[in-house]
């Protein structure tokens, strides 16, 4: 028998326990459980249950959505027509034929300052042009240094599209300059490389979003901004979502790229399309015990990948957080960590995941999952005092 004073250390040890059980909801500098979060479903949710407050989240992220494009309004077919087709880079290289001359036939690379340089005649303008309208150059400049009487057969074909970097900006999870179109060494097709001719999709605007994050949530992919040259385009993406892509564009090393904000939450961009992020790489925890390695913590690893456009729910029951025995398992809870992307201010939403899963409006409260989010669960009432029995034998020393 153990003597009083340790039963009576004991007996404090589960007191302290189980007051240290109940705690209070996190705080947010956000008002967040009013709706006014990034996301409207991180909003508490309504222990009224009314009907009345169905699925209301779309509507109120929508309610401080600004209009698309802003005050200059969304992009024109113009600007997509006057950027379409494919348009020479530097360092893309080129292969030209004139006739059977010799003296300029052969394998050019466009120069650092976008210039293809051909021998005995002067620089020719190739940065942003297509090869016809270099084609044209070539003969201009043959009959102006009288080479030829008339306008020789020309040929100016790419034989490789080189790497370009662009600035991307605004509203993008990872707005930086970014490298795209390159192909990595042990990529590389023998067959296309001596075939001629050349064509990629790497340089394509689409590119440029996905290598800088994907477009944020909030992006206003009505009126994207393409800066070329001095030249400022408004270019309406929204099609991409809609299996079309017209406004695809071939981009430019030196172009830049901005993608506005509507300044609110938009449901109907967390899915995924060519300028979405490729995926999510959530945070995991669910750990009863501290643990020395992610095998003992049963999880498999700490950071897991889910489609983009995943939910709070999916990556809970993914960090196998919901199961198991109802009588010892099912009073679970899990926080989401996150951070709003436009104000870099943090968030921490708490859910009772039994309770989340039987609500008929469990969408309203059932967060999207964002680049960068973690996501901690806790065990039940009935693993608590499991563990404040474990306390105690080790407090006591009894078996």
């Known amino acids: 028998m153990p003597s009083t004073p340790l039963l009576c250390g004991a007996f404090s040890v589960v007191f302290m326990a189980a007051a240290c059980t109940s705690y209070d909801p996190p705080d947010n500098l956000e008002q967040v459980a009013q709706g006014d979060g990034y996301q409207a479903q991180y909003r ?44 020479l880079s530097r360092n893309d290289l080129l292969d030209v034929r004139v006739a059977q001359d010799e003296t300029f036939n052969g394998s050019y690379v466009v120069s650092r300052d976008g210039m293809l340089k051909l021998p005995f005649l002067p620089p020719i303008r190739a940065q942003g042009r297509s090869t016809a309208q270099v084609e044209e150059d070539i003969a201009q400049a043959l009959l102006a240094d009288e ?29 930086h300059a970014v490298e795209i179109g390159g192909v990595r060494g042990d990529t590389v097709d023998a067959s296309r490389q001596g075939a001629s001719g050349a064509s990629t999709e790497g340089r394509n605007l689409s590119a440029a979003l996905r290598a800088a994050g994907g477009v944020r949530p909030d992006a206003d992919i009505a009126a994207v901004q393409l800066r070329r040259n001095g030249q400022l385009y408004r270019l309406d993406m929204r099609g991409v979502f809609d299996g079309q892509n017209s406004v695809d564009v071939m981009l430019l090393t030196g172009d830049e790229v901005h993608v506005p904000s509507r300044q609110c939450f938009q449901d109907d961009l967390m899915r995924p399309s060519p300028i979405s992020p490729p995926g999510v790489s959530l945070y995991l925890s669910n750990l009863t015990q501290p643990a020395q390695n992610n095998a003992a913590a049963a999880i498999g690893q700490t950071v897991r990948q889910l489609p983009y456009g995943s939910r709070y729910m999916q990556a809970v029951i993914d960090a196998n957080c919901v199961g198991g025995p109802r009588s010892s398992s099912a009073d679970r809870s899990a926080v989401l960590f996150s951070r709003n992307p436009v104000t870099g201010v943090s968030v921490v939403i708490e859910r009772d995941i039994e309770d989340l899963l039987r609500r008929a409006d469990r969408d309203d409260f059932d967060p999207y999952l ?13 693993t608590n005092i499991a563990e404040i029995g474990r306390l105690i034998s080790v407090v006591t020393g009894l078996p």
């Open 147 to 175: 080479f030829y009487d008339e306008a020789p057969r020309i040929s100016v074909r790419t034989a490789d599209f080189a790497s370009v970097t662009v600035g991307i900006s605004g509203a993008v999870f990872e707005p």
């Open 44 to 87: 508490e949710p309504d222990v009224t249950r009314a009907q009345a407050s169905l699925l209301r989240s779309e509507g109120l992220n929508q309610q401080k959505c600004l209009p698309f494009g802003g005050d200059k309004g969304k992009g024109t077919s113009i600007a997509a027509s006057a950027l379409s087709g494919e348009r």
């Open 370 to 382: 964002l680049p960068g989010d973690a996501l901690a669960c806790y065990d039940s009432t009935i």
